[in-house]
């Protein structure tokens, strides 16, 4: 039994010592070539409308708006909002590698991905469309028992959806650069989709209701949860998984979690993504209460703001897939980043009301919204061949679901926090029947102090991590030619 115990510690030692010094590969030109792993336009845009629904509703309605319409249009108690998002945010990391470790391990006729996206696609939708709806009932309690039941019921549809949807990319090619092409059309659809929805949300639907109407969400919610699963469809039908990696033997949970935490490039990987998406919550989370309250802009412009900073992520996409082509994935997301946070540095200086100043700022902000979209969600299929080389296995949704997990913990942090700095500040929340509140000088500061500085500090951490990626493009060839042997040497 000693004997056992330590075969196994040198084991582990080795194994650690191999995600620690893996990127120091040269290459080696007795290796196999690689096979092409090139994706047809048609296979790029299927999978892209798949990411419809998470690019529309968790990605941009949600985030947007979710918090301005509990307080200022369901009128539910700052504290209770906060609390809310509290809880759900803690469920939708918990069940994500929940789901991630069980669709790894699925074996069904349609794959390991897929049919969690076809009976997932309708609850995802009918309960994206029930968040909208304000129950006859002025009681906090039950407001909050009502948001609380129902989110907690989206979320976990949402997770079946979209965790095994994002555990296709690595799937679908294992070339480093076509997966950012991947990502690319991904996220050229669906931000495309994110600046249509707000622009259609000011023209067609809030016209036809009175200010703050929750009517207006209702029917932007159900024409939104229509598309999301015809959207979900879609990828079903147009997809198609490997089948060797379907027959291959999967690890215990606590081997994968060993294998997951002793990933060395994942960790920067992870560190990117999470820091980044945190910096885009505060945003998103105080965008309608800025623009509303300190510049002085009804519902409808705010959402047409909304679609313009979108435009322009859209717009400077191509820009930014260039440098990563150009230069590595990693110093075109320096360069963005860092652009960002200046600019987001530069809101506190907009003077009360000054509007132009406001859409420039938005504009430019394109550039750093665009990279924080493409480049981490494009770094972190290619730290699961290093995985693969280590352990032997595949474990996507392992990968997702763990990702998910710490980056949900952190927007949770970020949305349970803002509403209790509100209250704390003195924000006043509308009454029935009025249209807006007048606020304190104490609580416009904090929202002006909340939306320059927290991204911008988020982003340097997160430039940091970046700067210690390790995974280049030359680096990644290798990894897949040290597989691609292995398999070779195995089959013969």
């Not at 798949?50 to 700052?78: E, K, S």
Request: hydrophobic share 50%; with cysteine; net charge positive.
């Amino acid at each position: 039994m000693r004997g056992e115990g330590i075969i196994r510690r040198r084991s582990n030692f080795l194994k650690r010592n191999i995600f620690v010094n893996i990127m120091t590969l040269r290459n080696n030109s007795a290796s196999l070539s690689l096979p092409s792993e090139k994706l047809s336009f048609w296979e790029k845009t299927a999978y892209a409308i798949g990411g419809l629904g998470n690019a529309i509703g968790p990605g941009t309605i949600i985030p947007f708006w979710y918090t301005f319409f509990l307080t200022d249009i369901a009128r539910l108690d700052l504290g209770l909002v906060s609390v809310f998002w509290m809880i759900v945010t803690t469920w939708d990391a918990l069940n994500n590698p929940l789901v991630g470790y069980l669709s790894d391990r699925t074996r069904t006729r349609w794959g390991r991905r897929r049919p969690y996206i076809l009976f997932g696609a309708i609850p995802f939708s009918l309960f994206f469309v029930l968040l909208w709806w304000i129950p006859p009932t002025q009681r906090q309690g039950l407001l909050f028992a009502y948001y609380l039941g129902t989110y907690i019921v989206y979320e976990t549809s949402s997770t079946l959806v979209f965790c095994p949807y994002a555990a296709l990319s690595p799937e679908l090619t294992r070339d480093h650069d076509e997966r950012t092409s991947l990502t690319l059309f991904q996220m050229v659809v669906t931000i495309l989709a994110g600046v249509l929805v707000p622009v259609l949300f000011s023209f067609l639907v809030l016209p036809l209701f009175p200010e703050r109407d929750p009517r207006a969400y209702q029917l932007l919610a159900l024409v939104c949860g229509i598309g999301f699963a015809v959207s979900s469809l879609i990828v079903f039908f147009s997809t198609r998984e490997r089948a060797d990696y379907d027959h291959k033997s999967t690890l215990s949970v606590k081997e994968s979690t060993r294998f997951i935490l002793m990933n060395v490039p994942y960790r920067y990987a992870l560190a990117v993504y999470m820091l980044s998406w945190m910096a885009v919550t505060v945003v998103i989370a105080l965008f309608a209460y800025y623009f509303t309250y300190w510049i002085g802009m009804g519902l409808g412009e705010v959402s047409l703001v909304q679609g313009g900073i979108m435009l322009m992520t859209w717009l400077f996409l191509p820009a930014v897939f260039w440098l990563s082509r150009r230069f590595e994935k990693k110093m075109a997301y320096i360069l963005a980043a860092g652009s960002w946070a200046i600019l987001m540095l530069s809101t506190f200086l907009v003077p009360q009301g000054e509007k132009f100043m406001a859409y420039l700022i938005c504009a430019l902000s394109g550039f750093g919204v665009s990279a924080i979209h493409l480049l981490p969600s494009s770094m972190l299929p290619d730290v699961i061949e290093v995985d693969e080389l280590v352990s032997g296995h595949r474990q996507e949704g392992a990968y997702v679901g763990v990702t998910t997990l710490f980056s949900k913990f952190g927007q949770m942090l970020i949305l349970a926090l803002l509403p209790v700095l509100l209250r704390w500040a003195g924000y006043v929340q509308p009454q029935a029947g009025s249209a807006a509140a007048i606020q304190p000088t104490s609580a416009l500061l904090a929202i002006r102090m909340m939306l320059a500085l927290l991204p911008a500090l988020l982003l340097g951490f997160s430039i940091a991590a970046a700067r210690l990626y390790p995974l280049t493009r030359e680096k990644h060839a290798q990894i897949r030619r040290e597989i691609e042997d292995r398999a070779f040497s195995n089959s013969g």
